[in-house]
């Protein structure tokens, strides 16, 4: 059964640094979405993407957040500068548009961690 | 936005016991899903259920959508049931379809 990748599974990264999470979304799925769950929280949508472009973005998605495809199979979240409260499992979710589902997938997430 | 509220916030079970979660929405849905979060993290998706009844397993849900809420059936529970069950909702109306997520139910599954 097709799903989605994400990669690395853990990331450590010192504050201030830049970081690229990636993401391989299901194959022919046109819905892209990342979301982050800080420790103990709920799961909170940063943004979402389709037809190459931002759809969608929160509050917490500021100008330090970027979404990025770069070719036709990776999805990828870029963190400019990080800061300690960035620290979280990030998920990045697609969806199959054709078939008038709203089901998304998720990945398996990403945890960061800055310090 | 959309509110969504789970409950009970958390859930303490001897193995073999029943269970339901309760999700409750404030505006009609296109999407609602069930979710199970793993000890390593990982979002494990339990259901798709905008509206009607599903099973699987062990488990069975039941989405009234014109009264906006949601039931998670736990039956026979197991240990490795434990973790934390998410409710979220993308509303109704909307293109994005950006999913909104309930604060959790924490459920402990004794042996």
């Known amino acids: 059964e097709p799903e989605v990748t994400q990669t690395p599974s853990h990331q450590v990264t010192q504050m201030g640094q830049e970081v690229i999470l990636r993401c391989v979304p299901i194959?022919?799925?046109?819905?892209f979405y990342w979301y982050r769950q800080i420790l103990g929280q709920k799961v909170e949508f940063l943004v979402s993407f389709y037809n190459n472009e931002i759809s969608e973005k929160s509050e917490i998605f500021d100008d330090q957040f970027s979404v990025e495809r770069p070719d036709g199979s990776n999805f990828t979240l870029k963190i400019r500068s990080t800061k300690l409260e960035d620290s979280a499992m990030y998920f990045c979710?697609?969806?199959?548009?054709?078939?008038?589902?709203?089901?998304?997938?998720f990945g398996p997430g990403t945890r960061l961690t800055v310090t | 936005g959309i509110q969504v509220e789970q409950s009970p916030p958390d859930l303490i079970l001897q193995e073999g016991a029943n269970s339901t979660l309760r999700c409750n929405f404030s505006?009609?849905?296109?999407?609602l899903q069930w979710f199970h979060q793993n000890p390593w993290g990982q979002l494990i998706n339990l259901f798709y259920i905008p509206s009607g009844t599903k099973q699987n397993g062990r488990l069975s849900a039941t989405t009234v959508a014109t009264e906006r809420y949601s039931l998670l059936y736990i039956s026979s529970s197991q240990t490795t049931d434990s973790g934390v069950y998410f409710c979220a909702v993308t509303a109704g109306g909307t293109s994005y379809g950006k999913l909104t997520f309930g604060q959790g139910t924490i459920l402990t599954v004794h042996p």
């Open positions: 194959s022919n799925h046109l819905y």
């Open positions: 979710a697609s969806r199959d548009t054709r078939s008038g589902s709203y089901e998304q997938y």
């Open positions: 505006d009609s849905v296109n999407n």
